[in-house]
């Protein structure tokens, strides 16, 4: 644990930076006001506004993407109440280290004074650490504040999480990177402002696109523009000292959480709704962050059969052959058949009509699994089994008119009549549906539907 070396269960006044910090770390906001980007979830009339003008804080999980100010937040948010602010990380700290922390909160409780346990990544501590910390929680020994950029409904326990307010935390917008970037060049005593420095509208962009909204990748990439600016003996950052600065930022993308999701759908909904543009963009991205490409050709197979279906059934056999080229040449060549097979998905005519039609019969198969086999569906693998009645006027379809038993009931005698299958008008499965009820009709000379009835079925069995 680090206190910062203050008595444990006292409120403290951290130490401002030292002047040879990263910017980011000297920039960093010291009040609410300070913060930007989360007016929403901080600014005036907010719930923890209202609360914080009444001396309260409750225990919260800060929620939102990195760079957002979660940990800036949750120091200001301690600083306001007075109370100890007490960080670990959901990587190195144990079930040990955090009930020592609990028995000094403890103790400054008894005092009169309150701790702020600050769980930096809190979606990655495991459930024995988050039942240690569940009681203090709950008799309010500690105010907990968790940081995570991962949905916490599926990362913290739901005793906890009940436990606590869920603050949504949202990406900066462009306005508030350019906004911090302007503040930063011209603060002189935590900032740059000493070195007189300016920057080129156009390398001004360029670093607010290139941060991701993230407030510390681009006040990092700002120290480093204006750094090789002055090596350069110019007092003017330009668009090649930002692109220096940047390199390679690799996207966003953590293959366990919600960036991994977020993506992938964005991916199959822009495919589903025939978008060859975003299709493309949105693959790119998948590709670009490292993510596996099977599970990418994988979801591009679900959703030739779920969204394509039978309006355009080569869809299907497109998707398992680009499964099957990615397997057989890897990477990078397999993209070329990923993008293919994304642009053909994209421009399909779109079908859902068997995945709701399964949907329906599922539902129907849950409620009537007591209902039997027609007995002439039934095989008559033995004498016995025919003489129970077992295939006893069925008709051979291919010895029918068309090659269709046209009236032959093929459900359970309780579900005459039910339709499960609501066919779509689209491409080939529009030709499909034209031969289909065309071969419904009766045709001259068709022999009568063979449905035995209740009566034949209990004397065959009788016999």
């Known amino acids: 644990m680090d206190s910062g070396g203050h008595q444990p269960g006292f409120s403290f006044e951290p130490e401002p930076p030292p002047a040879d910090a990263p910017l980011a770390a000297r920039m960093r906001p010291r009040a609410l006001d300070e913060i930007v980007g989360q007016a929403a979830a901080i600014g005036p009339g907010s719930m923890l506004r209202q609360l914080l003008a009444r001396g309260r804080l409750p225990s919260v999980i800060l929620w939102g993407p990195p760079g957002c100010g979660k940990t800036t937040i949750a120091q200001v948010l301690a600083r306001s109440v007075d109370a100890e602010f007490v960080p670990v990380s959901a990587v190195a700290s144990g079930v040990a280290e955090l009930r020592r922390v609990l028995e000094t909160a403890a103790r400054a409780r008894r005092h009169g004074l309150r701790t702020v346990l600050f769980i930096d990544e809190i979606h990655r501590f495991n459930k024995a650490q988050q039942d240690v910390i569940l009681p203090a929680v709950e008799d309010g020994t500690i105010i907990l504040i968790g940081a995570t950029t991962e949905n916490p409904s599926f990362e913290v326990i739901a005793p906890l999480l009940?436990?606590?307010?869920?603050?949504?935390?949202?990406?900066l917008a462009e306005g508030d990177i350019a906004a911090l970037v302007e503040r930063a060049l011209a603060d002189p005593m935590r900032g740059l402002g000493r070195l007189e420095l300016s920057i080129d509208a156009a390398a001004r962009d360029a670093l607010v696109g290139a941060s991701g909204g993230d407030a510390r990748?681009?006040?990092?990439?700002?120290?480093?523009?204006?750094?090789?600016?002055?090596?350069?003996?110019?007092?003017?950052?330009?668009?090649?000292?930002?692109?220096?600065?940047?390199?390679?930022?690799?996207?966003?993308h953590d293959r366990a959480g919600d960036a991994h999701y977020d993506t992938i759908s964005a991916f199959i909904k822009?495919?589903?709704?025939?978008?060859?543009?975003?299709?493309?963009?949105?693959?790119?991205?998948?590709?670009?962050?490292?993510?596996d490409p099977l599970f990418i050709v994988r979801r591009m197979v679900i959703l030739a059969a779920e969204d394509v279906g039978l309006a355009d059934p080569q869809a299907l056999v497109l998707a398992v052959a680009c499964q099957q080229a990615v397997h057989f040449v890897g990477m990078p060549e397999g993209q070329l058949a990923m993008a293919e097979c994304a642009v053909y998905l994209a421009l399909a005519p779109k079908s859902n009509s068997t995945y709701a039609a399964l949907g329906r019969a599922a539902a129907a198969a849950r409620e009537t699994s007591h209902l039997p086999v027609p007995l002439h569906l039934r095989n008559a693998v033995t004498g016995l089994m025919a003489g129970f009645g077992h295939g006893a006027g069925?008709?051979?379809?291919?010895?029918?008119?068309?090659?269709?038993?046209?009236?032959?009931?093929?459900?359970?005698?309780?579900?005459?009549?039910?339709?499960?299958?609501?066919?779509?008008?689209l491409g080939f499965e529009a030709e499909l549906v034209a031969r289909w009820r065309a071969l419904q009709q009766p045709a001259a000379g068709d022999p009568p539907a063979a449905r035995p009835s209740n009566q034949e079925g209990r004397a065959a069995r009788e016999d």
């Open 394 to 425: 069925y008709r051979y379809a291919h010895d029918e008119p068309g090659h269709i038993a046209r009236g032959q009931l093929h459900l359970p005698e309780a579900l005459a009549g039910s339709e499960y299958y609501l066919p779509g008008e």
């Open 270 to 291: 822009s495919v589903r709704g025939s978008d060859p543009h975003a299709a493309l963009y949105w693959l790119a991205r998948l590709i670009e962050a490292g993510e």
């Open 217 to 252: 990748a681009a006040l990092t990439v700002l120290e480093i523009a204006a750094d090789l600016a002055l090596a350069d003996g110019r007092r003017r950052v330009e668009p090649h000292d930002v692109e220096a600065a940047v390199q390679d930022r690799r996207a966003l």
């Open 162 to 171: 009940s436990r606590t307010r869920v603050i949504r935390l949202r990406q």
